[in-house]
Structures are given as C-alpha cells and as structure tokens.
C-alpha cells in the first residue's frame, strides 16, 4: 500500500529521529506502581511500570494521577502496542545510538545496533527476534501511523524500531518506486540521474 499524503509528515519524523541521536530517557526513580492507559473508543489497559516508564509521556503523565486516555488510538492500536511494551521490558531493544554499547547487552556482550543499517533484515541488525515478528505484522501505510504513536508517547525503543524497519523498506526501493510512493516529481533528465547514480554508487551499498 502506499502512504496517503496525510501520513507522510509521520514518515518525515520518524526519519529525521532516526538521523539524529536521542538522549535515552531515564525510567523514573518513583511514580505508581500501575498506570491504567483507555483508548479513544474506551478500552482500558493496566500496565506495569516497567512496561509504562518506557514512555515519557505516560510517564509524565502518571505523576498527575488517574487513566491516562490515548486520543488518537482505538483499541487494535493501544493493545499492539501494550504488546510492545511487554515484550520490550522482558528483551529490551538495543537502544545505543550510531556503533555504541548497548548498556542492556548480557555481562561481556557488545550488541550494536548499526546506523545506517547495513542489511534490511532487521535480525541480523541486533534486533531481537520478537521485534522483527511485531514490526514485520503492518503494512506500509501501518508502519507511519505506528510512527506516529510511537512520537506522541516518545518511546525510544518504538521509534528506533519502525525508523529502521521503513529506512529498510526505502533502502530497497527502485528509485521509480520511491518516487511514487513519496509522490516525488523527477525534475532529472535520464542523462542527469545516470551521472547521478554514477557520483553517488557508495550510497547502494
């Protein structure tokens, strides 16, 4: 599927956090417990503070007190990514940035996850088994609307996974393809993109 011009902005976003290094929010020190989060259609979740203080915003949110009520997600949404979450306590994402040490790696182990990513198969970039099963469940068009989610409750793990997942989607595009699906007009004549493609062939690699 090719994403509508409104989701477009999400795929900006999520593209321009993964070319920049995020400082790694602390999980906060207090805070509850629980914290009950209800979609806009007003289903209602539990979640752990493990699972919670993954999010700056719920985090910043529990502090007040009170459901924490997500606006823009229905039901499907908020519970895909309460499984996130879980998962994500149990088998943390690498979350170094640009080569550097993942401080959750096992005692002696380095996991790096590599920027830019050097294959599309996201397993083979350190991340863990059960991301690529999740994020490898959307299609195009679910993969900027998750992005989306994933800023709006700024989840570093979330956003670094779904901005690796498209950057390996775009990575394999035609150039043709790219061009339609950011409906992109080509202001090249097949000369001027041939010498292009000649100057920039360390790009493919």
């Not at 956090?17 to 009950?36: E, I, V, W, Y």
């Not at 924490?68 to 306590?89: C, D, G, I, Q």
Request: with cysteine.
């Amino acid at each position: 599927a090719v994403p509508s011009p409104a989701h477009q902005p999400a795929c900006k976003t999520a593209l321009h956090q993964c070319r920049h290094t995020h400082t790694a929010f602390n999980m906060a020190s207090d805070g509850p417990a629980t914290l009950k989060v209800k979609s806009n259609d007003g289903h209602s979740v539990e979640l752990s503070k493990d699972e919670y203080s993954q999010s700056k915003y719920l985090t910043e949110q529990s502090s007040i007190g009170g459901e924490v009520e997500m606006f823009s997600m229905e039901k499907a949404a908020l519970e895909k990514v309460v499984e996130f979450l879980k998962e994500n306590a149990a088998n943390p994402i690498p979350i170094s940035e640009i080569e550097q040490n993942d401080p959750f790696a096992p005692e002696g182990e380095i996991k790096k996850i590599p920027k830019p990513l050097n294959t599309p198969n996201l397993a083979e970039a350190n991340f863990p088994e059960w991301s690529v099963k999740w994020v490898d469940s959307f299609s195009q068009e679910e993969l900027f609307e998750y992005a989306k989610f994933a800023d709006e409750l700024d989840v570093h793990g979330l956003t670094l996974l779904l901005c690796a997942k498209i950057a390996s989607i775009i990575k394999a595009m035609p150039l043709e393809a790219y061009h339609a699906t950011f409906k992109l007009d080509v202001d090249y004549t097949p000369e001027e993109e041939a010498k292009i493609r000649s100057e920039n062939k360390w790009a493919e690699s």
